[in-house]
């Protein structure tokens, strides 16, 4: 490659990394290689470059997480948690606060987000496990959708049910519901790590 081209590559490349557009080594030679038909081996002997001359930094990748139950006390994991304590205390709000009490708020809050927001945000998170096929705008507006579909759809198998369309057995559906697609959300999500942290050769830092 000419000089002035091999430059042209790293001000593009350098430039990528200050707009946070790539994040990692793959991410620059997907967005390189392919977009302007440049050889991969160019590109990482650009990064390279860039990295001896001080302009970039190369981190190594994290480690993945070796089991899923090392995942699942990773930050990145923490909706996890967060949705079981939502659940959590969406019951205990039903079952142990009295209607008249002070607290009566805490049922509504929770309850709200139990029916309106989280079977549509757990069911996005196991549909679409890798955080980069959709961003957190499409993934709250798919979460409230799917959830005003999945609520409703609940409710229609338990009319043909003995038990009714009743607050008891609608709470333990929809709970049952959320326990068992976090589980197959959180599952896909360690795979997904797993491939994508191993397939990462190194991460970049901000282009200087």
Do not use: C
């Not at 990773?74 to 996890?80: G, K």
């Not at 959590?88 to 708020?105: D, H, Q, R």
């Amino acid at each position: 490659m000419p000089s002035k081209s091999r430059e042209a590559l790293k001000k593009h490349i350098v430039r990528l990394i200050k707009m946070k557009k790539a994040n990692t080594v793959s991410d620059v030679i997907g967005l390189v290689s392919r977009k302007y038909r440049i050889d991969e081996n160019e590109v990482i002997d650009a990064i390279k470059s860039l990295h001896e001359e001080g302009k970039i930094s190369l981190e190594p990748p994290p480690v993945p997480a070796s089991s899923m139950l090392e995942y699942l006390l990773r930050i990145e994991n923490l909706w996890f948690p967060l949705a079981l304590i939502s659940i959590a205390v969406t019951m205990l709000s039903i079952y142990i606060i009295p209607p008249g009490s002070m607290f009566k708020p805490v049922r509504w809050v929770f309850g709200s987000i139990f029916v309106l927001f989280l079977p549509g945000f757990l069911t996005v998170e196991a549909l679409f496990p890798d955080p980069r096929e959709l961003d957190n705008i499409e993934r709250l507006a798919l979460s409230m959708g799917l959830s005003l579909a999945i609520t409703p759809l609940i409710g229609l198998l338990l009319n043909y049910t003995p038990w009714g369309i009743r607050l008891n057995p609608t709470v333990v559906s929809l709970s049952m519901y959320s326990l068992f697609i976090s589980i197959v959300a959180t599952y896909r999500k360690f795979k997904v790590n797993q491939a994508r942290l191993l397939t990462e050769t190194g991460k970049l830092g901000k282009g200087l």
